[in-house]
């Protein structure tokens, strides 16, 4: 069942093969869709040869196997019979659509965007699992979008497609959300349970959610009343994508839901009202407008909606018959619809125009293309013999059957003479009449490879309707048994059933439609000072504006542009939510009594109260900002102070180091900055300042809240395992390298991206220093005694780093802390020596050091998968080694290399980079007088 | 000593709002560094304040909990990388606006010219 799989990928992996060769050797982008598509058909026989149908055959890999989703496709009838329709038609399309594309046109973008097309609408109908379901449907309007607007330079193309997407995008929502709830409903996203959960969903009271939610995705695609009008607009399409899309392929795809969600959501009060309701409307208004319209894609597009309404009404019914008069009419339809459509190509690529009011008389000089278009049309009308009569033969029994009164059965024959009558105006008046004078007269037969695929579409019409039951008698079983999850119920394709009321109504249908083509010019005029006038466009382009509006209005409310309120908002609504949050849970008691407090100490206390007094001391004093600076690296280096106090020895090194380069970068970037901050009106420092307290208080009372109540932690598991699955004694530097590597691994590239954002943001920076000019002159800038210490004091710390970097996995120590402690020796030493070259050339290294280190990094994770592991998985092993003695080495240590090498390359390459500000000044003063400098 | 340690954490809280709504870069830049150490605190708390019971396996010893820490760690790295990325969107903030207040420009009295008031769409 691969080939399932590989059916649905091919498409997709076919397509920018489509795109490359295709712009290179303009036959090649036809010939790899049509190979594909061929492929694609093969594959699909491969699936369904031996598979026996009757039950789905369904092949999935786990995908988030923790929420039970799974990447799963199933073969059953009903997606065999859409699948079929999509590649046997879509092989047709692209051997038509090589001809009618013009040479302007870019066949590379035409057909990749038809092979994405494709292999969406096979997703959708091979589909095990909804929400992959969901997701390519999304595709699906994706891609119909870049094929509508095909023709960019067109206004009504981009209209046209936009319009499309809006309103499938907005059902592909919908339809997300009532997947998502019938998922919850019945506790599955397959489709084989979802399929037999039928008495579940219907007894939900999120049922009627579910199915609207549903059938507002249904109804946007298949252009289902009230959402019918992007049909009509959309035909600004090559004509090759409205045969496809439009009539075939897309626009069915909403029926196909219908039918495979029937033994779901069917059987109930709503589903036939909603339905059927929306089906017959749009069965009506269909018909009757396709006859007043004058061009021939409208006219067409017009009546595409009226027999996806009539199979949308069917499929309302709700019954086994309904279903197998639908499913047999939506094959039927895509035949002379497709066949159709493609005849209204050649007669615009031939006479230039689409206007029926000016073609005429087409049958002189295209004889073969006029018959065709009659035995198509003819199918279109329900004439005896061809396929259109025998599907609408049964969709009248079905109309008698489920209505009690006449007024369903007359309704139905209203529209079938409609159907009648656009018919005849299509053929009677291309191909017959009188043609407008001017029209060229030079016209003739299309290229043959035009004409096959309507030729053969049209012999298909005339197969079915001669011997249905042979034809199609076996794919209808084998479909109507999987839409209903059910035994097919008996039925008869035949020809003749005797004169009963179908017949009757189809002999009134007929001769009624020939009545309304002879008085269509009264009734066209009617139509055009009355119902013509109305435009679905209208409340749909009010809707939108209105939408538009709103959001404007709203964001400019709360959006003016200013940080600062903007800021203050965001905290306060924050704050307030979560105040909501803590109310609206049952009344505990906020504070607890935890056995494990800490017993008091006073130094510790001392020290926390100095901190305090610190941090409120730089709110006051922030002006002043050197000053401020060097308090706030006061309280950090009291934050690493009170890690050493409670056991964190890691976090007091990391704290330490990172306090040390966060504070040389700040004072690199004061310069740049004013020394001091300009006052601010008294009644937002104000309010700011009490935001500021409510939100600290809050944050006091938080923490003792949860510092004061007793928990249980899963420290236990990394302790008792560090050693024995981690191979190092430090848990806090195994967890990092190993247990949690790949949160490790990611948040180094957040550094390394971090940097090179900075080395972006500094790129051609122009900047002049604000801080007052150097009391000591640039000479003196560099105190030898500095130098001397410098160049004592850096091979003790580059050994020091190393010593760090080596001991991590089992005492205090790692990559990080030696990451930053070999920037801060660089930088003492660019700042010893204040030599912009050294920053240059430090820089350049420090974007090697990155990569190294994430390559590194991402080395071991991966070397990992080949040696059949989980990503990151550590293996270690105990070494003897002469003078140091006994040590475990693992795997991690590469990994922790990689992060020392990150982080190490991400600080250098910050520091240098505003360090080598400076060097593109006139005046280059050096970093160690504004060190000096006093406030 | 926790009801102390979680002042500590509202001060240092307190300090970081009032400062992340300054009008200048600078004074938010401190305020988010501050900001940063009492979440990294608050992060630290929460597997409680143990002495002398690193987490680094000896024989016969008590260990506190490794998991904040291993979390902490990463936390103050990131909070690192993020410090030094928003003081250098200050300085370049300055260079292409020639202004360090958070706007771009200042909305103070002196200047009654707002070109913010009413955004384009």
């Keep these: 069942m691969n080939s399932l799989i590989a059916l649905v990928l091919l498409p997709f992996f076919s397509a920018p093969f489509a795109a490359w060769f295709g712009a290179r050797v303009r036959p090649a982008a036809a010939g790899i869709a049509f190979f594909i598509t061929l492929a694609c058909l093969l594959l699909l026989g491969i699936s369904a040869w031996g598979a026996d149908l009757s039950h789905a055959q369904v092949v999935s890999f786990s995908w988030i196997p923790l929420i039970g989703l799974d990447f799963a496709f199933r073969l059953d009838g009903l997606s065999l019979l859409f699948s079929g329709i999509i590649l046997i038609i879509g092989l047709l399309i692209i051997v038509y659509a090589q001809y009618y594309l013009a040479p302007k046109d870019s066949p590379a973008r035409f057909f990749a965007s038809l092979l994405l097309f494709m292999g969406a609408m096979l997703g959708i109908v091979l589909s095990e699992n909804l929400i992959q379901l969901v997701i390519f449907w999304e595709l699906t309007s994706l891609s119909s979008f870049l094929l509508i607007s095909f023709w960019q330079h067109r206004q009504d193309a981009r209209t046209g497609a936009r319009m499309a997407l809006t309103l499938t995008g907005f059902g592909g929502l919908a339809l997300l959300g009532g997947v998502l709830l019938l998922g919850h409903v019945v506790g599955s996203f397959n489709l084989s349970v979802v399929l037999n959960a039928g008495d579940v969903v219907r007894a939900s009271p999120l049922y009627l959610p579910i199915l609207i939610l549903i059938l507002l995705g249904v109804f946007t695609k298949s252009a289902q009343f009230p959402f019918h009008f992007w049909l009509p607009n959309a035909m600004a399409a090559p004509t090759p994508v409205s045969a496809y899309l439009h009539s075939a392929t897309m626009v069915k795809a909403g029926i196909f839901l219908l039918a495979r969600f029937f033994p779901v959501l069917s059987g109930t009060e709503a589903w036939v009202i909603l339905v059927g309701g929306a089906g017959l409307i749009t069965f009506l208004l269909g018909a009757t407008t396709a006859l007043f319209k004058h061009d021939l894609k409208g006219l067409l597009a017009y009546s595409t909606l009226s027999h996806l309404g009539l199979i949308t009404l069917l499929m309302g019914f709700g019954t086994p018959l309904a279903m197998v008069a639908g499913l047999f009419h939506l094959i039927n339809h895509a035949t002379f619809k497709a066949a159709l459509f493609m005849v209204a190509g050649i007669v615009d690529h031939e006479t230039g125009t689409r206007d029926m009011r000016r073609l005429g008389g087409l049958a002189r000089h295209m004889p073969r293309t006029a018959l065709l278009a009659i035995i198509a049309a003819s199918a279109m009308a329900g004439v005896p013999l061809l396929n259109g009569f025998l599907s609408k033969e049964l969709f009248f029994t079905e109309a008698l059957d489920a209505s009690t009164g006449w007024v369903l059965p007359l309704l139905v024959t209203l529209g079938a003479g409609f159907s009648v009558a656009y018919s005849i105006r299509f053929i009677h008046d291309t191909f017959f009449g009188e043609p407008s004078p001017d029209l060229p007269t030079n016209i003739h037969e299309p290229p043959l490879m035009m004409r096959v695929p309507v030729l053969i579409l049209v012999v298909t019409c005339l197969a079915v309707g001669l011997a249905p039951a042979l034809l199609m008698g076996g794919i209808l079983n084998l479909s109507v048994s999987a839409a209903l999850n059910a035994p097919a119920p008996a039925f008869s394709l035949a020809l003749w059933h005797g004169f009963n009321a179908p017949l009757m109504m189809s002999i009134i249908a007929l001769l009624g439609g020939l009545l309304v083509y002879l008085t269509r010019r009264p009734l066209t005029h009617g139509y055009e000072r009355t119902l013509g006038r109305l435009n679905a466009k209208t409340p749909y382009n009010f809707v939108l504006r209105a939408l538009q509006l709103g959001s404007e209005t709203l964001t400019q409310a709360f959006d003016q542009g200013r940080l600062q309120p903007m800021a203050f908002w965001t905290l306060a609504i924050t704050f307030g939510a979560g105040l909501i949050g803590f109310a609206s849970v049952p009344a505990a008691p906020l504070f607890g009594l935890d056995p494990r407090a800490t017993p008091f100490d006073g130094i510790t206390a001392t020290g926390m109260i100095l901190m305090m007094s610190l941090a409120m001391g730089i709110a006051f004093i922030h002006a002043q900002r050197l000053l401020a600076l060097l308090v706030l690296s006061g309280v950090g280096l009291g934050v690493s102070l009170l890690f050493v106090r409670y056991s964190a020895p890691d976090l007091a090194l990391t704290q330490l180091s990172v306090e040390v380069v966060t504070l040389i970068l700040m004072l690199l970037a004061l310069r740049y900055l004013p020394q001091q901050s300009t006052p601010e009106r008294a009644k937002r420092v104000g309010f700011d300042a009490l935001l500021a307290g409510i939100i600290g208080a809050g944050a006091a009372i938080l923490t003792y809240a949860m510092m004061s109540r007793d928990f249980a932690s899963i420290a236990g598991y990394f302790l008792e395992n560090s050693l024995s699955q981690g191979g190092g004694h430090n848990v806090v530097n195994v967890i990092l390298v190993d247990f949690r590597g790949y949160d490790t691994f990611g948040e180094i590239s957040v550094l390394a991206l971090a940097a090179l954002g900075i080395y972006a943001l500094l790129q051609n920076i122009k900047l002049s220093p604000l801080a007052p000019p150097p009391i000591t002159n640039a000479r003196l800038a560099h105190p030898i005694l500095l130098q001397t210490a410098t160049h004592l004091l850096l091979p003790m710390t580059l050994l020091f780093g190393a010593y760090i970097l080596l001991r991590g996995h089992n005492a205090p120590g790692g990559g990080f802390i030696a990451g930053l402690i070999f920037a801060s020796a660089a930088m003492m030493q660019l700042i010893a020596q204040g030599q912009p070259l050294d920053g240059r050339a430090l820089s350049s290294k420090a974007h090697s050091a990155l990569a190294l280190g994430l390559l590194l990094a991402l080395g071991t994770g991966l070397a990992s998968i080949a040696l059949g592991y989980p990503f990151l998985t550590s293996t270690f092993t105990h070494l003897n080694l002469p003078v140091i003695g006994g040590v475990e080495i693992a795997s991690a240590m590469m990994f922790d290399l990689g992060v020392f090498f990150v982080v190490m390359g991400a600080s250098i390459l910050m520091l240098t980079r505003i360090v080598q500000i400076q060097a593109h000044e006139p005046h280059t003063a050096s970093v160690t007088t504004h060190l000096k400098e006093p406030n | ?121």
Excluded at chain 2, 4 to 27: E, H, K, M
Excluded at chain 2, 39 to 54: C, D, E, P, W
Excluded at chain 2, 68 to 88: E, G, H, R, S
């Design chain 2, 1 to 121: 000593m926790a009801i102390l340690f979680a002042l500590l954490i509202g001060v240092l809280t307190t300090a970081g709002v009032y400062l992340s709504l300054r009008a200048q870069t600078f004074p938010v830049v401190m305020g988010l560094t501050l900001l940063s150490y009492a979440v990294n605190l608050f992060l630290f708390g929460t597997g409680r304040m143990a002495s002398n019971a690193a987490a680094v396996i000896e024989p016969h010893a008590t260990y506190t909990d490794p998991l904040p820490q291993a979390l902490v760690l990463t936390a103050i790295v990131i909070a690192f990388a993020m410090t030094a990325f928003v003081i250098v969107l200050a300085l370049k903030t300055r260079a292409e606006l020639g202004s360090d207040h958070v706007d771009g420009a200042s909305d103070a009295p002196t200047h009654p010219a707002e070109p913010h008031k009413k955004p384009t769409c």
